[in-house]
């Protein structure tokens, strides 16, 4: 299959070509004529598929004929969260290039000055979040009566971010007369009966499941401690073979306090969650983008289907509470054919959440076993040690000390993911298994 047999414009496989892409992939094979004939689909298929092109190369084409008026947009694209958004913005800058089109982009965090002035003018393309677009509909700045074609991206986020009624109102703003393209990675019923509701006699296209568990992606798990999670992380993090990485906490909370600790320990890392400004969370973005950091630490909703090139490693801090979560963040590695580490730290309490990822994406995950100075404190006083040593004291969820645990054999399955040799250990002056010296903390 070929770009050029998709009845898409001269100019459109020009940009296409220029952006150095070659076939199209499933998604967008089977989408991208069904939406050229001006039919409604639901695709459905995996994070980092190629959903955004099989939606941004047909509107381009669609788009190129007829024109814009003043405060009416032609076409809206709701998108979960700002980086999205941008993401897609980019998309229509690189594929439009060949294209007079306009775009507005609106979301939270910026000005909202300029966003109205690009939209009085009229826009091609408005791209939306949902809260920043019904803020603006309530003013009275927007009218969506002249939008004659609604994209639903990313949907099964949308839900998992509270968003549907939002979305519920647009769509009644909006035309009835209109072409409604729906993409998800799942399919949820809440999303169903929202396709149903919404979209009319739609075209369902979706890619095999199976691509979930993408072969390019090499996944491990890692049996750690909660208290041994910090360090067992940073033996991995300095494998030479640790070129970028994204770590994914399941709260905020982590998210702040793991990059700090890895700047303390000399890594290069920044991070990004829900809690940040936008010209915050964009400038974190583009430091590990441009390669300034190396390390991304994230939270789900923020790193939500971001497109970052070339990641080698992701790592799950915390294994994620959602099987498709799982799914979600493996996928940030091992893009369009490039192969990708997944590591996903397991603790005493994770094995139904494994269970159930398992499950999901029908394989047995390896085991890794933790290096044994993994297991060593970390030097600088952080905000989970009280709690760690109140843990050992009682007994509890950690009852063996660390120390034995260190002094269990290595084992492997893999030589070439094995965790950095001892020489690394020194780095930190406290890595290695230092007898007593857990207790002395415990007893105090
Ligand atoms: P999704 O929305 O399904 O998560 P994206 O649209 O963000 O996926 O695309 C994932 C990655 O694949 C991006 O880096 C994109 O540039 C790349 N990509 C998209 N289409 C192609 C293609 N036909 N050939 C090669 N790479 C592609
Ligand atoms: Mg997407």
């Known amino acids: 299959m070929n770009f050029a047999d998709l009845g898409l414009s001269e100019e459109l496989l020009r940009a296409v070509g220029d952006a150095g892409y070659d076939e199209p992939t499933p998604i967008q094979a089977n989408a991208i004529p069904p939406v050229l004939m001006m039919k409604d689909i639901i695709g459905i298929a995996q994070t980092g598929t190629g959903k955004t092109a099989s939606f941004v190369l047909p509107m381009i084409d669609i788009l190129a004929h007829g024109r814009s008026r003043a405060r009416m947009p032609r076409s809206l694209i709701l998108e979960p969260t700002r980086e999205l958004a941008a993401q897609v913005a980019e998309n229509f800058e690189k594929y439009g290039k060949y294209h007079k089109l306009s775009m507005a982009l609106l979301i939270g965090g910026v000005s909202m000055g300029d966003q109205i002035k690009a939209l009085e003018k009229g826009v091609d393309v408005l791209i939306a979040t949902p809260g920043r677009l019904m803020d603006l509909f309530e003013r009275g700045n927007i009218l969506l009566t002249g939008c004659s074609l609604l994209v639903i991206d990313e949907a099964d986020r949308m ?3 509270g968003f549907i009624p939002d979305i519920e109102q647009i769509c009644t703003k909006l035309p009835r007369q209109r072409q409604t393209l ?3 990675a799942t399919m949820p019923p809440p999303i169903k009966k929202l396709a149903d509701k919404f979209l009319d006699n739609p075209k369902t296209i979706e890619v095999a499941r199976a691509a979930t568990t993408n072969a390019n992606i090499e996944q491990w798990l890692v049996p750690v401690s909660s208290s041994d999670k910090r360090g067992t992380l940073r033996d991995l993090l300095r494998q030479p073979e640790v070129r970028t990485a994204i ?7 982590t998210v702040r306090e793991l990059n700090k600790s890895l700047r303390r320990s000399g890594f290069r890392s920044c991070e990004i969650h829900g809690d940040m400004e936008q010209p915050q969370r964009l400038a974190e973005l583009e430091l590990f983008k441009a390669g300034e950091v ?6 789900d909703v923020a790193a939500r289907g971001l497109d970052i090139k070339g990641v080698s490693h992701v790592v799950n801090f915390d294994a994620p509470w959602h099987p498709d979560d799982y799914v979600h963040r493996i996928g940030r590695t091992g893009r369009a054919g490039a192969t990708g580490t997944a590591y996903t730290f397991v603790t005493a309490e994770d094995g139904e959440n494994i269970a159930n990822i398992e499950k999901l994406t029908g394989q047995k995950i390896a085991r890794l076993e933790a290096k044994p100075a993994d297991a060593a404190p970390e030097p600088e006083g952080d905000e989970e040690k009280p709690q760690r040593a109140r ?6 969820e950690q009852p063996k ?4 645990s260190a002094e269990k054999p290595r084992r492997s399955p893999a030589p070439r993911a094995t965790p950095a040799p001892a020489a690394d250990e020194d780095a930190g002056g406290w890595n290695g298994p230092i007898p007593g010296f857990l207790d002395a903390r415990i007893d105090l």
């Open 247 to 253: 770590i994914f906490c399941n709260r905020k909370t």
């Open 391 to 396: 843990g050992r004291r009682r007994g509890g």
């Open 159 to 161: 839900l998992d971010m």
């Open 182 to 184: 729906l993409f998800s």
């Open 401 to 404: 000390s660390t120390v034995r």
């Open 294 to 299: 190396n390390i991304l630490v994230a939270s």
